[in-house]
T-cell receptor
Framework: AQTVTQSQPEMSVQEAETVTLSCTYD???????LFWYKQPPSRQMILVIR??????QNATENRFSVNFQKAAKSFSLKISDSQLGDTAMYFC?????????????FGTGTRLTIIP | KAGVTQTPRYLIKTRGQQVTLSCSPI?????VSWYQQTPGQGLQFLFE???????NKGNFPGRFSGRQFSNSRSEMNVSTLELGDSALYLC?????????????FGPGTRLTVL
């Protein structure tokens, strides 16, 4: 079974600064996907960024980027130029590549607060 | 294109009752997954439906069931409610079962069991 660990329950950072959220995972699979989801107070879960395990290049989406270390089973999220709207719970998630038998396994989340 | 919609948004039930939650996926999406979110257990996968067939199931008791209709809308049913079933129930839809198919989540249904 896969497990996802987020060791930082809460973090806070000043607006416009850069923050990095940590995630580690455990799996014996070689082909999988990793995700960061954001859940603001409105509760709507929003996909922030996705990484395919077979790709060595780290994924980026505007101010969001990841540091994917496959051997170390580490998948951190970097938010640059943080904004007040980035305040939310952030969940790291894992999905193995097994057609028709995929589910998201989530970490426990990191509550990020952006301070004005 | 409209997003994933869930009804009702809030629900209060008492122990022993049953409840049905509804999820309408994004137009063209044929897969619907359900997740339970609680402070204690976090986010846990319940099941996934594709083309009216359950394709994957999480580790939940048989009191939790679901179904999918020909228009891809899905319902989740919980019978004999327990206090521990109080949670935010999220559904997510995607176009296919392929792993590269992104999942889009609805706003959730907040169920409170008294």
């Amino acid at each position: 079974a896969q497990t996802v660990t987020q060791s930082q329950p809460e973090m806070s950072v000043q607006e416009a600064e850069t923050v990095t959220l940590s995630c580690t995972y455990d799996t014996s699979e070689s082909n999988y996907y990793l995700f960061w989801y954001k859940q603001p107070p409105s509760r709507q879960m929003i996909l922030v960024i996705r990484q395919e395990a077979y790709k060595q290049q780290n994924a980026t989406e505007n101010r969001f980027s990841v540091n994917f270390q496959k051997a170390a089973k580490s998948f951190s999220l970097k938010i640059s130029d943080s904004q007040l709207g980035d305040t939310a719970m952030y969940f790291c998630a894992f999905m193995k590549h097994n057609f028709g038998n995929e589910k998201l396994t989530f970490g426990t989340g990191t509550r990020l607060t952006i301070i004005p | 294109k409209a997003g994933v919609t869930q009804t009702p948004r809030y629900l209060i039930k008492t122990r022993g009752q049953q409840v049905t939650l509804s999820c309408s996926p994004i137009s063209g999406h044929r897969s619907v997954s359900w997740y339970q979110q609680t402070p204690g257990q976090g986010l846990q996968f319940l099941f996934e439906y594709f083309s009216e067939t359950q394709r994957n199931k999480g580790n939940f008791p048989g009191r939790f069931s679901g179904r999918q209709f020909s228009n891809s809308r899905s319902e989740m049913n919980v019978s004999t409610l327990e206090l521990g079933d109080s949670a935010l129930y999220l559904c997510a839809s995607r176009t296919t079962l392929a792993a590269q198919s992104k999942q889009f989540f609805g706003p959730g249904t907040r169920l409170t069991v008294l």
